[in-house]
Structure formats: C-alpha cells, structure tokens
C-alpha cells in the first residue's frame, strides 16, 4: 500500500470543509452588508433652535449670511431672520448682532408680529458682532437669561463658554455689579445642576429655517418688509447684480469689508427713520427702568416678559454695552474720585 501523506479521502474532507466555510462567510458578509445599519449611521435630523429653554437668541448675522455664500444682503437677511422670529413662540428675546454701522447702538422694532421682542444690533466702528455678543451673554447672565447663541465660529463659541461661566458679574445700566449679584442671589438664578447658561446652533441650521423675501421682490410687500428693506424693495434681479458687481470688485473674496460697512450704513439709516415713524426705539437706561416693572411681574405674560428684556439689552448697548471689567475699571475710578474728592 503506497505511503502518501494524503490519499484522495483525506483531500476530498479538506476541499468540503473549506468550501462549507467560505460559504459561511460569504453569507455572513452578505446578511451585514444589507441588514440594518448599525446606531452610529442613523443620525437625527437637525431640528431648530429651541427657544423653550432660553430666554435670549444673539445671532451672529454675517455668520448666518456667510453659511448661504452670502447669497442676500444684510437687510435682506435680517428681514428673513425677523420673519423667522414672528414665526416662534412668543417668550424669547431675538438680537440680531450685525458688524459695522455707523456707531454702537440698539433698535428695538415694533413692526407687526414681532411684539417689541427683536433687537437689532450694531456693533459700530470699534467693536464686531463677535464682541457684542459675547458681552450681551454676559449681561443676559447677570439678569439670569439663559441664551442661545447662533453662530458657527469656533472660536466665538469659545468665547462665549467662557463669559458664560465667569465668576465675574456683568454690569447691568440699572444697577452697579454689586447690587446686580446681591439681586440675583435674592432671586435665585443659580444655575441648576448639569444647566449651562449658554448653548449654541449652527448657522447652518438657521439658514435652513429661514423664509425668502421673494414675495416682497415681487410687490407684495408687507410692514416688515418696509422696515427693513426701504419703501420700495428692489426686485430680484436688480439685487442679484448688485451682489455680481460687488463680487467683481473683491476678486477671489466673496464680499469686502467695505461692502459689509456699506450695507450696514444702509440699514441703521432705514431704523433711524423708522425711529421717526414711531416703527422702532432706541431705547434708554430710563426706558429700562419703566419696563422692569411690567416685564418681571409674575403676572406678565411671555411676551411682555420678552419686550421687557428686549427693552433692557438695547438700553445696556446704547449706554455703551461696557464688560465686565471695563465697568469695575469705571466703578474704582469713581470710588478714587470720591475718595480724594
């Protein structure tokens, strides 16, 4: 009987063992490839900002417009974020931080459907939107507002954090820093366990949720529309080739700064003269201190509430919207002036 170290038995078992498995995984490959896919796949769609939980939104305007490759001018997107903000439930104050501007300075728009509860706000000259809104997170705290900050910037989010738990106080115009901290431990406001003051959205999102102004190009314009966009909103052709002959003149950017300074010029313009008309305020520390006793009853309703609080952030950024440590560096001084006066 010849000696070999397989015979044709043994050879035939091995070829049918490695077939059997190659078949077992073949289907197992096969039963993963089209099964469910696993948790980690099957990711929630975005919902929008919610404005239950958070007494302030500060939108970072040109943060939101940059996410539509700025595909609408200034006025044209706080006309759609106003359209945007009648839209939600009443209860929640809506500033709307934009860069540049003649000066720092706050409207309050009293246009149908927004209740007295939007802000637009200017950061001027000196300051940017960044800026504006992480000093008004301050301030909002100081109040016990918690805010929901829409922007994509990760480094204003940083910011932001950062004011957010600060173990400083911001100074509210009615009050000196001391006062606001004994007030707000007499109120309660300590944060809850796990509660953060401040939470963010991406301007993504935002952009999503917003309405057109395509009814106003085409006449139909309503009382928002008039407020922000002028009397006699351009159609949409001749938007578009104003934003073409800008993007010609900034080359391989998509907008200069000049041209942001420009639209935001054009608009504080548009609010001034809604001022006039009795459409928008600029409100004052005085103004502030009539509505803190009509917004912080609590018999108020959310939306006296909101317009009271929409009062009180415009009159602290028209008083100079000061931080934290430039209102304690005011403080020292005038307790020096006393001191030696």
């Known amino acids: 009987m010849p000696n070999h170290l397989f015979d044709d038995a043994t050879f035939l078992a091995a070829f049918t063992l490695f077939d059997l498995a190659l078949v077992i995984w073949l289907v197992i490959r ?52 106003c359209r945007w903000a009648s839209a939600e439930p009443a209860g929640s104050l809506v500033v709307l931080e934009v860069d540049h501007g003649p000066k720092l300075q706050a409207f309050v728009l009293d246009s149908k459907g927004l209740d007295g509860r939007v802000v637009v706000c200017f950061a001027g000259p000196k300051l940017e939107a960044d800026d504006t809104i992480v000093r008004g997170i301050e301030f909002c705290r100081s109040r016990g507002e918690r805010v929901l900050a829409v922007t994509s910037d990760c480094g204003l989010r940083g910011r932001c ?50 309405p057109d102004n395509s009814a106003a190009r085409r006449g139909v314009v309503e009382d928002i529309d008039t407020l922000l966009l002028g009397p006699t909103p351009r159609s949409e052709a001749a938007a578009a080739a104003a934003r073409w002959r800008r993007r010609e003149r900034s080359a391989k950017k998509m907008e200069l700064t000049a041209d942001r ?81």
């Open 30 to 81: 096969c039963s993963r490839a089209t099964g469910t896919p696993p948790p980690a796949a099957l990711q929630p769609v975005p919902q929008p900002p919610c404005v239950a939980t958070h007494e302030a939104q500060l939108v970072d305007v040109n943060n939101v417009r940059g996410r539509t490759h700025f595909s609408c001018d200034v006025d044209e997107i706080c006309c759609s974020l």
């Open 261 to 341: 300074a420009e639209q935001a010029a054009v608009l504080y313009g548009r609010l001034r003269e809604a001022v006039a008309a009795g459409r928008a305020t600029m409100p004052t520390e005085a103004d502030a201190r009539g509505g803190e006793g009509g917004g912080g009853e609590d018999g108020a309703t959310p939306a006296q509430k909101a317009r009271a609080s929409a009062v009180a952030h415009a009159a602290w950024i028209n008083a100079g919207c000061r931080s934290e440590k430039e209102e304690r560096y005011a403080a020292d001084r005038a307790a020096a002036r006393r001191v030696t006066g």
């Open 161 to 210: 954090s950062e004011a957010a738990k600060g173990e400083g106080e911001a100074a509210s115009p009615l009050a000196t820093a001391r006062e606001a901290k004994q007030a707000r431990r007499r109120k309660g406001l300590r944060p809850l366990r796990g509660h953060t003051w401040v939470a963010f959205e991406s301007s993504a999102t935002l952009a999503t949720l917003l």
